[in-house]
């Protein structure tokens, strides 16, 4: 499941950037951004626990 996030989170930072220098999408790329964020910062909390 862990993997699965952490693949979530790179694939909404992938899409982030890509929507950051098109410029086209506004603002649902930096709640993109946001939600990538909040799934790395669980992969880490998670990691730490185990």
Same mark, same amino acid.
């Given at each position: 499941?862990?993997? %699965? ?27 993109? %951004? ?7 910062? %669980? ?6 626990? %185990?």
């Amino acid at each position: 499941m862990s993997n %699965l996030l952490y693949t979530i989170a790179i694939v909404l930072i992938i899409l982030w950037a890509v929507g950051f220098f098109a410029y086209s999408a506004g603002g649902i790329i930096h709640i993109l %951004l946001v939600i990538a964020v909040i799934a790395v910062i %669980l992969r880490i909390i998670q990691g730490r626990r %185990l």
